[in-house]
């Protein structure tokens, strides 16, 4: 599964941005995705998930209310709806798939797309 992100830039706090990560290949094998974020001098955190079966999400607490995950599977595309963004939401952030059969699954990442927020 190869993953390519889009849609970062550079907004004013307060501002929206949706992402878009565009999945290819085995695709029929996701079983997640998910975006990450990782601030210069941080650890890489989970921001959003969704599961391939029944669209479960899960968020981080500092995002709750703010972001929003989805996925178009008739796209192989997932995004994630950013609003009333900070200047804390600043980081790269990743695409990320878990994918496989049975026990043996794998981990694809994008190359990351760059989010500034403004104060």
């Known amino acids: 599964v190869q993953l390519v992100e889009s849609g970062g830039g550079l907004v004013q706090a307060g501002g929206s941005l949706r992402l878009s990560c565009a999945a290819s290949?085995?695709?029929?094998?996701?079983?997640?995705m998910g975006w990450y974020r990782q601030a210069p001098g941080k650890q890489r955190e989970l921001v959003a998930s969704?599961?391939?079966?029944?669209?479960?999400?899960n968020y981080a607490d500092s995002v709750k209310g703010r972001f929003t995950i989805s996925r178009d599977n008739a796209k192989n595309t997932m995004y994630l709806q950013m609003y009333s963004l900070k200047p804390e939401d600043t980081a790269v952030y990743y695409c990320n798939a878990d994918y496989g059969y049975g026990p043996i699954s794998f981990s694809s990442w994008g190359q990351g797309t760059q989010v500034t927020v403004s104060s």
């Open positions: 969704i599961t391939s079966g029944d669209f479960s999400t």
């Open positions: 290949g085995s695709t029929s094998s996701i079983n997640a």
